[in-house]
């Protein structure tokens, strides 16, 4: 019960949160009563259940690999924080994911299943398998990983026990009660620019940094801008993000992709892209894309 009320409060705080809307207002990561798509098992609370937003959805139904390692950021930190004995959030280190070999259609209505296995949490990291599935026909969609660095001060750290006293989680309660109703998710994520952008709330976590899933949607769809250009019909097929520091609103970060493409063989394309710090010049953010496409197309 002690766990489930700390994951209750990450999930009710995220969406009143004004520090940052990406997990609520793009991902659409609360709960129903809040006016989300998510539900949890009380029986299985390291499995959550949502809907993909409507603006990650792809024409051709193609899985849009991006945004499930968004929504899977956000899946298995609460399922690391229920795990782990400190109830800990803490920071993404690494995340990935690489789409199954026969991935069922994806539209608006269907619903996807993360269920994370915790491989390892210790004093510092925490290492967690997710899988990801299609509700009604159990099709795998995709693997994805994450790496989590636990610490976050003495305070965050311990407010897992604060969760025990009675008269603390009561007057909790009744102050995440008292906030302002939380925004209703977005249909449309706007046009992600082609070389410098400044971090917005939008873009950001409930704690006020650059969302990790967030970049991750942020440099596939900058990856993707020269693939468009040349009518190349390609998608996302593996995804790999490192996150070397945190950005925060205000700071602009500038894109720098990779223009020669890495011949991966058998259809497929590498690109790398980086999110970069305009006021350190150095990478924030390193992430690697494979994409597949149609030959014909090509």
């Known amino acids: 019960k002690r766990w489930m009320m700390s994951g209750?409060?990450?999930?009710?705080?995220?969406?009143?949160?004004?520090?940052?809307?990406?997990?609520s207002r793009l991902l659409g990561v609360m709960l129903k009563e809040d006016g989300g798509t998510v539900s949890i098992d009380p029986k299985r609370p390291n499995i959550l259940e949502c809907r993909l937003p409507k603006w990650a959805i792809r024409e051709d139904k193609k899985v849009p690999l991006a945004t499930i390692i968004a929504l899977m950021d956000d899946a298995s930190t609460y399922s690391i924080a229920l795990?782990?004995?400190?109830g800990r959030f803490g920071v993404s280190v690494?995340?990935?994911?690489?789409?199954?070999?026969?991935?069922?259609?994806?539209?608006?209505?269907?619903?996807?299943?993360?269920?994370?296995?915790?491989?390892?949490?210790?004093h510092t990291l925490a290492f967690a398998d997710c899988f990801v599935s299609c509700k009604i026909t159990g099709q795998l969609i995709a693997h994805c990983e994450h790496?989590?660095?636990?610490?976050?001060?003495?305070?965050m750290d311990n407010a897992y026990r604060l969760l025990e006293i009675p008269l603390f989680r009561d007057?909790?309660?009744?102050?995440?009660?008292?906030?302002?109703?939380?925004?209703?998710?977005?249909?449309?994520?706007s046009e992600i620019p082609h070389s410098e952008f400044e971090v917005s709330?939008?873009?950001c976590n409930p704690v006020g940094a650059l969302h990790g899933g967030g970049s991750c949607v942020l440099a596939e769809r900058c990856a993707a801008i020269n693939l468009s250009q040349e009518s190349v019909n390609a998608w996302p097929v593996a995804i790999k993000s490192?996150?070397?520091?945190?950005?925060?609103?205000?700071?602009?970060?500038t894109f720098k992709?990779?223009?020669?493409?890495?011949?991966?063989?058998?259809?497929?394309?590498?690109?790398?892209?980086?999110?970069?710090?305009?006021?350190s010049l150095l990478s924030a953010v390193d992430v690697s894309i494979t994409y597949e496409y149609n030959s014909t197309t090509a």
Not at 83 to 86: A, M, N
Not at 248 to 253: L, S
Not at 257 to 263: A, G, I, N, W
């Open 257 to 279: 992709r990779q223009l020669l493409d890495t011949d991966l063989g058998d259809n497929r394309i590498g690109r790398s892209v980086s999110l970069v710090s305009s006021s």
């Open 83 to 86: 795990e782990d004995r400190r």
């Open 201 to 203: 709330k939008d873009l």
């Open 8 to 23: 209750e409060f990450f999930l009710r705080y995220s969406a009143r949160s004004r520090l940052g809307y990406f997990g």
């Open 147 to 155: 790496i989590k660095y636990l610490p976050s001060g003495f305070i």
């Open 171 to 189: 007057g909790l309660q009744a102050w995440i009660s008292s906030q302002p109703e939380p925004k209703l998710p977005i249909e449309e994520l």
């Open 94 to 122: 690494q995340l990935s994911g690489v789409v199954s070999k026969n991935p069922p259609q994806l539209d608006h209505n269907t619903q996807i299943i993360f269920d994370t296995q915790c491989k390892k949490i210790g």
């Open 242 to 253: 490192t996150y070397l520091s945190s950005l925060k609103p205000g700071q602009f970060v």
